[in-house]
């Protein structure tokens, strides 16, 4: 029994680290897939994107406002943005996205 209990404390231990890691390692690359796929419907997502819906920011702009902050941009995400629609993104998919419109400011 005690045995057990130290098994599930070591697995519930090693499940936390890992969910910690997976939202630490944002990956921009997929990113872009999910913007491609759930935001360029109404965003102009990519630089090689014709247009978007007028009077929606391209990703680009965002990305280029002075107070732009990536986490600011994921507690936007996270959260339900009052015109847009609720997309129910999950924490990694959220990080994912905020560091592929991170990555477009210049
Ligand atoms: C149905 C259309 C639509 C879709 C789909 C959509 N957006 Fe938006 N988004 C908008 C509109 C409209 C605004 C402008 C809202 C405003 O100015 O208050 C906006 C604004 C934003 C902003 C700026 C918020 C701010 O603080 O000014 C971000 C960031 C954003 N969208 C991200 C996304 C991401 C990421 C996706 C895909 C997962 C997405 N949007 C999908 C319509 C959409």
Redesign the pocket.
């Known amino acids: 029994m005690r045995k057990q209990v130290a098994t599930i404390t070591a697995l519930l231990a090693l499940a936390g680290l890992a969910a910690q890691t997976g939202t630490a390692l944002a990956d921009a690359k997929d990113g872009a897939r999910?913007?491609r796929l759930?935001?360029a419907?109404?965003?102009v997502v990519a630089d090689d994107q014709a247009s978007g819906?007028e009077?929606?920011?391209p990703f680009a702009e965002?990305a280029n406002r002075p107070n732009f902050d990536r986490d600011g941009?994921a507690a936007?995400?996270s959260g339900q943005?009052?015109?847009?629609?609720d997309?129910t993104?999950s924490r990694q998919e959220i990080a994912d996205?905020s560091a592929y419109?991170a990555s477009l400011a210049r």
């Open positions: 999910l913007a759930w935001c419907a109404c965003h819906s009077a929606v920011p965002i941009l936007t995400l943005h009052p015109i847009m629609p997309m993104l996205l419109i």
